[in-house]
């Protein structure tokens, strides 16, 4: 039962997020903030974490962005009084050509004053629901890694992996499924299996659109993460 559910929601998933635009983009892409609202630009010396996503990082739906997942790592890093900040570049409707034409900007600014130490990169899911050939997805998720190594050679890097429903056949599914850990094996880097993991096909953790979190959702994902980034954080 719980496959079929899954399964339901990630259908309803793709037919949302085929569709879905970027919304507010210019406001978006010109702005990225810390967990605690401040521009990623203000001066600190603490260390850098970046989120740099799609819906999921951004909070989609929520009536209060402090809910999403990233903002929510950010605040325990505050109460842990871990030297890092988190600075949430989530955009809605982001795939990973967007986040390659974007990605040198974002680190530029995340990391002003200081330089960027994890990058989570949480991509490719709108890539997969629209049915984009994986070559391209690939290359898009490598040249983000490559700008992230170059600019900051000593950033750790986190791959969120991400599924997707069936509608585009098996092959598709599972090779879209393998490329995460692909990438994370080649690259050396950090992966998180599957970012959705006990949330996703859950209507009690999830908006009335069935496909993004809500509050309680955004918990459970925020564990998921911490469960992987906080032993980096407090071992080092």
């Excluded at 949302?16 to 507010?24: A, E, G, H, I, V």
């Excluded at 629209?130 to 170059?150: C, F, M, Y």
Aim: charged fraction near 15%.
């Amino acid at each position: 039962m719980q496959v079929i559910t899954r399964v339901t929601a990630l259908l309803l998933l793709a037919g949302f997020l085929s569709c879905q635009t970027k919304t507010d983009t210019a406001t978006q892409t010109t702005t990225a903030t810390d967990s605690t609202g401040t521009t990623a630009s203000t001066a600190s010396t603490k260390k850098v974490i970046v989120f740099f996503g799609n819906s999921l990082a951004a909070g989609y739906g929520l009536d209060n962005t402090a809910d999403a997942f990233p903002n929510r790592i950010g605040a325990r890093i505050d109460s842990l009084g871990l030297p890092y900040r988190v600075v949430n570049a989530g955009l809605s409707g982001e795939t990973t050509a967007g986040g390659r034409s974007r990605v040198g900007w974002i680190l530029r600014q995340a990391g002003r004053g200081t330089a960027v130490d994890v990058f989570v990169l949480e991509l490719g899911g709108n890539d997969g629901l629209r049915g984009i050939p994986l070559k391209s997805s690939r290359e898009n998720l490598q040249a983000i890694i490559d700008t992230v190594r170059l600019q900051n050679p000593q950033a750790r890097v986190v791959i969120a992996g991400m599924q997707i429903p069936p509608n585009l056949g098996r092959t598709y599914t599972t090779e879209f499924r393998e490329l995460f850990k692909e990438l994370a094996t080649k690259n050396k880097a950090v992966l998180i299996p599957f970012l959705l993991e006990g949330v996703g096909g859950n209507p009690k953790l999830n908006q009335p659109d069935g496909i993004h979190p809500n509050v309680q959702g955004h918990r459970i994902v925020a564990e998921t993460v911490w469960q992987v980034i906080g032993p980096m954080l407090q071992a080092s």
